[in-house]
């Protein structure tokens, strides 16, 4: 189930804090037909992160919603031109988002969705390969293969 195209990787995306990260994923989220309101997915991108940061370690972070204005579940990867200001579990800036985008009636898929990808984030060899990489079609199958991963 590939749920990542290469038009779902955005490379050198300007963002400097989390809100502005927010919006360009609700925003592109909208422009790729997975969403149809930018202004209620991302109000409901800040909520998830002002129950708890999605900023996990080694300059990711998982944003992610559950939303009626999500139609199409999907991903979308974020690499960003520098350090993003974005409260982190290893109190470090993120560089790379990845994040989830669920409708509002599909918890089960979001929460496996979610903890495959949180897994991904504990191998370095993926990390490692998603940071060195600018290139969209091979950032969009690393993802695609560990989500496919049993």
């Known amino acids: 189930m590939s749920v990542v195209c290469d038009s779902h990787v955005l490379l050198d995306c300007p963002a400097k804090d989390t809100g502005e990260a927010l919006t360009l994923i609700a925003e592109k989220a909208v422009e790729l037909g997975m969403a149809d309101d930018a202004d209620a997915l991302r109000e409901a991108l800040a909520a998830r992160e002002a129950a708890g940061t999605t ?48 409708p509002a009636s599909e918890v089960s898929a979001h929460l496996a969705m979610l903890s495959k990808v949180a897994a991904l984030l504990m191998d370095e060899g993926f990390r490692s390969k998603i940071q060195a990489s600018s290139d969209p079609a091979e950032i969009a199958a690393a993802v695609n293969e560990g989500l496919d991963a049993e």
């Open 55 to 102: 900023g996990m370690m080694g300059g990711f972070a998982i944003p992610h919603a559950k939303a009626d204005a999500v139609k199409q579940s999907g991903v979308i990867v974020v690499k960003f031109a520098g350090d993003v200001a974005w409260d982190s579990q290893d109190g470090q800036p993120i560089t790379c988002a990845i994040a989830l985008l669920n």
